[in-house]
């Protein structure tokens, strides 16, 4: 049995999470843990936003036992005078070993952008953009600025694939060290 330690209660992120690891470890028990990212509550920035779901990932085998904990992290990055959707996730390990992936991005309307100079956070904003409640915990930004082609868990879940896909070749070349050993 594979316990796997999710870094949030955030239903887009715990979707993604489930989805994908369940594809590969079947007899997976999910189990969500709120952590602290240790970052900005709005990153603004890729390095900022990649070492927030590194903290959560870090933070969750530090606390808890599992197979492996996911952090999962959305913010923000400015490039060239327009701000940007940005996402990172990141894996942790008993051993110690930390993976990393980003995901898709999408160029948010000045005005969201604005606001998030001013010191706004991006799911409230979207919340009143969109006039509804909980924008974070479905369609996300991306999904709303994608005419929903594509979700927050979506983006996640591809996030998830190149978690998963880093940590499955290092356990394989592993393997293949040891077998050389013997």
């Known amino acids: 049995m594979h316990k796997i330690l999710i870094g949030t209660n955030n239903r887009a992120k715990t979707k993604a999470v489930e989805v994908v690891a369940g594809k590969f470890y079947p007899d997976a028990i999910f189990v969500n843990q709120e952590v602290s990212s240790q970052v ?19 933070r969750l085998m530090q606390d808890f ?8 992290e959305g913010g923000v990055q ?6 940007y959707v940005c996402n990172w996730g990141a894996l ?6 930390v993976f ?16 998030l100079k001013e010191g706004a956070e991006l799911g409230p904003i979207m919340d009143v953009y969109t006039n509804k409640k909980g924008i974070r915990h479905h369609e996300g930004a991306i999904g709303v600025f994608t005419n929903g082609f ?32 013997e």
Do not use: C, W
């Not at 942790?92 to 070993?97: I, L, N, P, W, Y």
């Not at 996030?159 to 070349?173: D, F, P």
């Open 40 to 58: 900005s509550n709005q990153p603004m920035s890729n390095e900022e936003t990649r070492q927030g779901a590194i903290n959560r990932a870090k």
């Open 65 to 72: 036992d599992g197979i492996f904990g996911i952090g999962l």
């Open 78 to 83: 400015e490039i060239a005078d327009t701000m």
């Open 92 to 97: 942790a390990t008993k051993t110690g070993e």
């Open 100 to 115: 990393t992936a980003t995901g898709a991005g999408v160029a948010l309307p000045k005005e969201i952008a604005d606001s």
């Open 150 to 181: 594509v979700k927050r868990s979506d983006m996640f879940e591809h996030i998830m694939l190149l978690l998963i896909g880093q940590y499955e070749l290092s356990l394989k070349t592993q393997n293949a060290k040891l077998d050389l050993q």
